[in-house]
């Protein structure tokens, strides 16, 4: 080894006597002790479609460290699922678990001094919290993504779950039947059809690319279906590479540098990703003390071609576009716009590991000179309603959308909006407004799936704009413009919105405004008081109390 083990501190010598006799309690022999100890943290659960076959990933980890000669010590962090969680108070949590993931895992290892590790997981906030921990930490780490769902198949037609919910809100409105029973009956039966990560390109397998983009997991890993058998050979062959990542001791921050961070950037754009990519990537480089503002993501995202079109946006699903050629040809088709001198997990450059790779479907993934659309898939708005920063995925944006005024429809909770666009009370026109619903007023910064999915269901997903300090599902599609800063708990002009007031979007020219005189929106301000908090106890309330706003990446570890 390069450099001593961290371990050797803790189980040699005769200072580790007692740590040693405790492992030696759990069955570990001397053998095994007195060889590097790798952690493998898992976020198995049986409760997240993303995270039900994790325990079989495990195993194959675990068995690419032993063939490597190295210890794997497994322990579990928790993983919260936002489709389940959407639409009611339990959505208040999972971005704050974000951050509590990557505490737990600071907690475990360094109380264990273990020599590595080898994170294991899957959906949208359980990525970013293990790479924040990783960055933290900064020993020897890999990352194995538990890979996508298949895509459903309903009626001899392909299906996501995007559009199983928006399906879901079209019936509901269509009324009670037999035939709707029937077919709700039906969907729920095939939609999801198995485990692994939701088919699209949303927050979940946006972070699985992302993550292979910033060098930390094995070429090629993210987009590999769940229940493909190359899964279970990649994570053998990630916890056989962390053993030559502590041999060389290759560490988080030499891997996720700045250049790495635009690279990862620079594809999110190229895929159309999710928006809550600008929570986590800020939240993940804090970790290794590189910063990414709103700006870069901005410029970056100008500069970028839209190559992919993928679900919700698109008709492709992540499997079809590692069928295409999958991250390492999205690499080589952004050629010289890609920092190919990055290291990666496996030791060599991003460019070595995409030196063989080729785009097979040239539908899914668009040359630079033919894309999808000529800037990016994500848009950072500033203006008079958002002064430090608001964020759309223009990608899914209608060009009838791109710019628009309309007068405003506020209301102060997801639940309100919801149900005025099920009672048919939004007009066409409008732009809604859904406040105190960021990370400190929700507090949680709720994802506001149901309420886009129902625009679409009622016919109104291309004709009413939706502006909130909360955020959105990758899933998301339509007009949608979230994370506005500051938020309206911290007395950011949306907290002074009122019925009426005309709202001006330009997404081309990245401008969100409150069109009211000057002196009546600084009136409105002064006058303005904050409501009392939604809650006042648990972990939420504490969060509510420490967390950084949006536009810094709503953490609070950092």
């Not at 987009?223 to 053998?236: G, H």
């Amino acid at each position: 080894m390069s450099a001593e083990l961290r371990s050797r501190k803790v189980y040699g010598q005769a200072e580790g006597f007692m740590a040693r006799t405790l492992l030696k309690a759990c069955g570990f022999t001397d053998e095994e002790i007195n060889q590097p100890l790798v952690a493998v943290v898992n976020s198995w659960t049986n409760i997240v479609p993303g995270h039900v076959h994790l325990n079989t990933v495990a195993d194959a980890v675990e068995a690419g460290i032993r063939m490597a000669g190295g210890t794997p010590l497994q322990f579990h962090t928790i993983a919260a699922c936002d489709g389940i969680a959407m639409g009611h108070e339990g959505m208040r949590y999972p971005l704050p678990s974000r951050d509590l993931i990557a505490a737990s895992v600071e907690m475990m290892v360094e109380a264990h001094k273990l020599d590595g590790m080898v994170l294991i997981g899957s959906c949208d906030k359980i990525v970013p919290g293990m790479l924040m921990a990783a960055g933290y930490l900064d020993i020897p780490s890999i990352v194995v993504n538990g890979g996508p769902m298949l895509p459903g198949c309903y009626r001899g037609e392909k299906i996501t779950g995007r559009r199983a919910l928006e399906m879901q809100f079209l019936n509901i409105l269509l009324g009670p039947s037999p035939d709707l029973e029937k077919q709700t009956r039906e969907i729920s039966e095939v939609v999801v059809p198995g485990c692994g990560s939701c088919q699209g390109m949303y927050t979940a397998n946006t972070m699985g690319c992302l993550t292979e983009t910033l060098g930390m997991s094995l070429t090629g890993s993210a987009t590999i279906p769940a229940v493909d058998a190359r899964r279970l050979r990649i994570a053998k062959h990630s916890g056989m590479q962390i053993m030559k990542l502590i041999e060389q001791d290759i560490r988080p921050h030499d891997i996720m540098t700045y250049e790495s961070f635009e690279n990862a950037i620079r594809v999110d754009m190229a895929l159309g990703g999710s928006t809550n990519t600008v929570l986590h990537l800020p939240a993940i480089a804090s970790q290794v003390n590189v910063d990414l503002p709103l700006e870069l993501f901005d410029k970056i995202g100008k500069e970028t071609p839209h190559l992919c079109n993928m679900d919700p946006s698109g008709p492709y699903t992540v499997q079809e576009l590692d069928e295409a050629g999958g991250i390492p040809a999205v690499l080589k088709e952004l050629g010289d716009d890609i920092h190919k001198d990055a290291l990666t997990v496996t030791g060599k450059s991003l460019g070595e590991n995409i030196k063989d790779a080729a785009v097979v479907n040239k539908e899914v993934i668009r040359p630079k000179d033919n894309p999808v659309h000529k800037e990016g898939g994500l848009a950072i708005l500033k203006g008079t309603l958002a002064p430090n920063g608001a964020v759309v995925k223009q990608a899914g944006v209608e060009p009838n959308m791109l710019k628009f005024e309309g007068k405003a429809r506020v209301f102060d909770a997801e639940e309100d909006a919801q149900a005025a666009i099920m009672g048919r009370k939004i007009n066409s026109g409008e732009v809604i407004v859904i406040r105190y619903e960021g990370p400190k007023g929700g507090p949680g910064m709720k994802e506001m799936l149901k309420p886009t999915a129902a625009l679409i269901g009622t016919g109104l997903g291309n004709s009413v704009v939706l502006v909130t300090d909360g955020r959105f599902s990758g899933a998301t599609r339509g007009p949608c413009i979230g994370h506005v800063d500051p938020e309206a708990m911290d007395g950011g002009p949306i907290a002074v919105v009122k019925d009426g007031d005309i709202i001006s979007i330009d997404i081309p020219n990245r401008k969100l405004d409150l069109k009211i005189p000057k002196e009546e929106l600084q009136k409105r301000l002064k006058q303005w008081k904050p409501p009392e908090p939604k809650v006042k106890r648990g972990v939420l309330n504490v969060y509510s109390k420490i967390v950084k706003p949006t536009s810094k990446g709503a953490g609070f570890l950092f």
